[in-house]
């Protein structure tokens, strides 16, 4: 790995453990309004006091988000996009560069994948041409996969979340994001068929914290390196002591009662 690479990883990799704790914030682009976006200095401020490591959003963000006081946070610019208003959603675009993505400050850069849907191959391709810029720039990729198209029956499962996550790995993200399975022995296979850092998405939006401890807790336990969990935890009411406990489980080896108790004395 170039030395540039290296020390923009440790911006967003705890160096300690090689774990991370990154938080999403692509959904307007996707979604239009959004709940615990609409502020978008405060949300990050929150993201950053609680401890995470890093936050992800569109290029047009960071001019609304950035910070000028108290702890720093790793930032990754978001390359791909589509809305929830086309019949084809899942059809992702690239909509900057990593070029323009360092112009901007950027500690990393993320391409999202859908396999399974009809243009996946430009997607691959996308992501394929992010890698090699990446590497010419010593930049790190996050690279989110899903199994998402008419023809997969479960995205969740063990080996449609493994195919995801070997076509990341071979196609040279630093980072994969990928589903949950659901378990830790299935999450297992995952993880040890991809030689770098796998760190799993939240989902839709959970109701339950102990469900979100437990779910990062059991991707943990199978080799996991952390979270890239974005609406479960910025719409959380009490998300500044979410990402607290978030911290606790993933770089202090905490347990789940131990991090919900972290949530509940929040204010």
Not at 105 to 113: E, M
Not at 115 to 137: Q, S
Not at 149 to 159: A, T
């Amino acid at each position: 790995m170039y030395l540039g690479k290296k020390i923009r990883m440790e911006r967003i990799l705890n160096r300690n453990d090689g774990r991370t704790i990154i938080v999403p914030m692509d959904h307007g682009v996707t979604m239009g309004l959004v709940d615990g976006l609409l502020d978008m200095r405060e949300t990050v401020n929150d993201m950053a006091k609680g401890g995470a490591d890093a936050v992800l959003m569109h290029k047009g963000l960071v001019r609304c988000s950035h910070r000028n006081a108290g702890r720093d946070v790793g930032l990754i610019i978001h390359l791909s996009a589509s809305t929830a208003l086309t019949p084809n959603g899942n059809t992702k675009t690239l909509v900057g560069t990593v070029e323009e993505a360092l112009r901007h400050g950027a500690d990393g850069v993320s391409v999202h994948v859908n396999l399974g849907d009809p243009y996946e191959r430009l997607m691959v391709a996308d992501l394929g041409k992010v890698a090699c810029a990446c590497d010419d720039w010593g930049v790190p990729l996050v690279a989110m996969v899903y199994a998402r198209g008419p023809e997969v029956k479960n995205g969740y499962s063990r080996d449609a979340v493994a195919h995801c996550a070997r076509v990341g790995m071979e196609l040279g993200a630093d980072i994969v994001k990928v589903a949950y399975t659901g378990d830790s022995d299935s999450f297992a296979d995952v993880t040890s068929c991809c030689c770098v850092p796998v760190v799993i998405a939240g989902g839709p939006r959970m109701d339950s914290t102990r469900d979100i401890l437990e779910m990062v807790y059991g991707s943990l336990q199978a080799g996991g390196s952390g979270v890239s969990i974005g609406r479960n935890v910025f719409q959380h009411p009490k998300r500044v002591g979410l990402v607290r406990a978030l911290r606790a489980l993933v770089h202090e080896n905490a347990g789940v009662d131990e991090a919900l108790e972290l949530v509940e004395q929040a204010s």
